[in-house]
């Protein structure tokens, strides 16, 4: 994560780092009531639990009084052990069903806080700019939303039960223990106090693990999808043992953290266990000795002995239940850290309308100058300026690190420019919210994006709202429709992740389809013929044609013939505009164009060997 993103605030790894799951828990307050109800109600059943057994011991076995021996006693005691079982099987009763409507309420509310988290930062990642992208890797956000969620899910669906059940019965049980047995709980008191103080020390050595744990996982899920979305490159180079042992070593490391984490909080659990047994056999001698001097009965010393399992059973469990929060109040912090961050292109306060003009969307940049984030000492752009009439056609052309790709980056505002303006329509572009701004544009870019559905709704993407038949047609502009019904499905198929079923002027084909079909005013061309064959290249170049004549189109192109017929052909070298003309003029001219130009009409062999 980007230093400069995170908050500081939650950087620590405190687990008031949690409290950043308020507004998620907020919309459930009525949830979280109904859940703290069957919570108290079946700690009371719990509690409940020891005065029925008293009560048995005392009354119905005739523990402490000796009883008599006669039938007619033997009789009636029969019945009071009756009448306090039953007693037992309801608090029984209610102790299940009570903890059940518990179980699902906490459960309901754990996965739907988790799913909301996991919206969340989905959602407010999706709005960051690709300079969010340029300092934080996509397997780094995915363990943030997948394994780190579900850390949270544990605590909120699980866990944060646990803990409010054991404080609840912990000082239901302290209560009842002071009220019946002073001289005990002041003692048990004591046990207690020596079991808190390590478990905090410990506490904050099993926080810091649980973090950098989280960190190393994460590390592991960065390289998992790099390298899966370059296996082809992977293979062909032979390096599947190198990554594979680069992941293997990710992975060892992970697992060492985890180690540690473990090892420190196997020797808490070893510590607190221990001190619980010696606080509980501690309370049952004392109560023995009671018993045997007769201050005391049988039932008030087995009510004694439960009310003591309950309270140091609850400090266990709260122990434990501790170290699931530090957890993930380490899981917490990376979830809020990514919700802290703020994408450098910011929406306008108060949005200017985008007026429409005739023809297409008329462009003015003036005086522009930008450096890439990664690259603050090296400009993509120089005081660049150029002005484009609605309907025009405009193609940018130059070598590779010229600024023609920049150029259509701050069009779409995925950057801001340092220093210049860029209008459309006479508005300057950061007073237009993004969504109206890209809304009128239509990109193919050079690498074409297949999304892992159908066909169908591949082009679709484009307009979401449209009809089969308006898909259909925008596929045929593309002349992407014959290939498409010769699949199995037709439009139906699956076309794989990133369109692996597609070879790449298929999938050039399909972006090219989703473009027509969002029919935007501004038309953004990124090498849109570079993977077609020659005779694609022909067809789709004629329906490209067509398409720019009713708006307006910027077009990058590699291969200098497919620019000729441009309005203009802006020629670019190190980010500055260095000559504007027709294909016939700056070819007249010589220079950089007429060059490049030689190099591609002249000696065709060389052409691959220049990027443009």
């Known amino acids: 994560m980007p230093k400069n993103q995170a908050n500081p605030a939650i950087k620590t790894g405190n687990p008031r780092s949690l409290s950043g799951l308020m507004p998620f828990l907020r919309p459930y307050r009525g949830r979280i009531l109904i859940a703290l109800l069957f919570l108290l109600l079946a700690a009371m059943a719990t509690l409940a639990f020891p005065l029925a057994l008293r009560g048995l011991v005392d009354q119905g076995m005739g523990g402490g009084s000796g009883g008599s021996s006669s039938g007619s006693n033997n009789g009636e005691r029969l019945m009071a052990m009756r009448e306090h079982f039953l007693a037992l099987f309801a608090v029984g009763a209610a102790l299940g069903l009570f903890s059940a409507a518990r179980f699902y309420s906490v459960t309901w509310l754990g996965e739907r806080v988790t799913a909301d988290l996991r919206n969340a930062v989905y959602g407010h990642v999706l709005k960051q700019s690709p300079e969010f992208f340029e300092t934080t890797q996509t397997g780094e956000v995915l363990s943030r939303i997948t394994t780190d969620t579900t ?27 002071i009220a019946t047995n002073p001289v005990v709980m002041t003692q048990v008191l004591g046990i207690l106090v020596f079991v808190l103080l390590p478990a905090i020390f410990f506490g904050r050595r099993v926080r810091k693990l649980s973090r950098s744990a989280q960190d190393r996982v994460a590390d592991t899920s960065a390289i998992a999808a790099e390298v899966l979305n370059a296996v082809p490159v992977v293979q062909s180079y032979t390096q599947e043992a190198a990554e594979t042992r680069r992941f293997a070593l990710a992975s060892e490391n992970a697992f060492d953290t985890a180690r540690k984490r473990a090892l420190v909080r196997s020797g808490l659990v070893a510590f607190i266990i221990t001190a619980t047994f010696g606080a509980l056999l501690w309370g049952l001698y004392q109560g023995t000795q009671a018993v045997l001097a007769g201050n005391i009965t049988a039932g008030h010393l087995g009510q004694t002995i439960v009310y003591v399992i309950l309270l140091v059973s609850s400090v266990a469990v709260l122990a434990e239940v501790y170290g699931d929060v530090l957890r993930a109040a380490g899981a917490t912090e990376r979830l809020m850290e990514l919700l802290a961050s703020q994408s450098a292109v910011a929406e306008p306060q108060a949005p200017l309308a985008l007026p429409t003009v005739a023809g297409g969307t008329g462009l003015s940049l003036q005086g522009v100058s930008f450096n890439y984030p990664s690259r603050p000492t090296q400009a993509a752009l120089q005081d660049f300026d150029l002005d484009i009439k609605p309907g025009e056609t405009i193609a940018l052309v130059g070598p590779s690190g010229a600024g023609k790709s920049t150029v259509f980056h701050l069009l779409l505002r995925f950057y801001d420019a340092q220093t210049g303006s860029i209008r459309l329509n006479g508005v300057p572009s950061d007073q237009i919210s993004l969504t109206t701004l890209r809304a009128g544009v239509g990109l193919v870019p050079q690498d074409s994006v297949i999304f892992s559905t159908s066909a169908l709704e591949n082009i679709r993407y484009g307009r979401p709202e449209a009809s089969d038949a308006e898909v259909i047609k925008a596929a045929e502009a593309a002349f992407a429709d014959e290939f498409i019904r010769r699949l199995p499905e037709g439009y139906s198929t699956f076309l794989g992740e990133r369109g692996v079923r597609l070879s790449g002027g298929q999938r050039q084909r399909i972006s090219i389809a989703r473009a027509m079909l969002k ?94």
């Open 519 to 612: 029919n935007p005013p501004l038309l953004l061309l990124d090498e849109a013929t570079s993977a077609l064959d020659a005779e694609s290249e022909r067809m789709v170049q004629a329906a490209l044609e067509a398409a720019m004549q009713h708006r307006t189109t910027l077009v990058i192109a590699h291969r200098l013939a497919t620019v000729q017929r441009a309005d203009r052909i802006v020629v670019m070298e190190h980010g500055r505009i260095v000559d504007i003309g027709t294909h016939a003029e700056l070819t007249a001219r010589g220079g950089l164009y007429a060059r490049l130009a030689a190099l591609q009409f002249d000696l065709q062999p060389a052409a691959d060997t220049i990027a443009i």
């Open 151 to 177: 850390v949270v899910q544990t605590v909120v669906g699980s866990s944060f039960s646990m803990g409010l059940r054991s404080t609840v019965m912990g000082i239901g049980a302290m209560g009842m223990l």
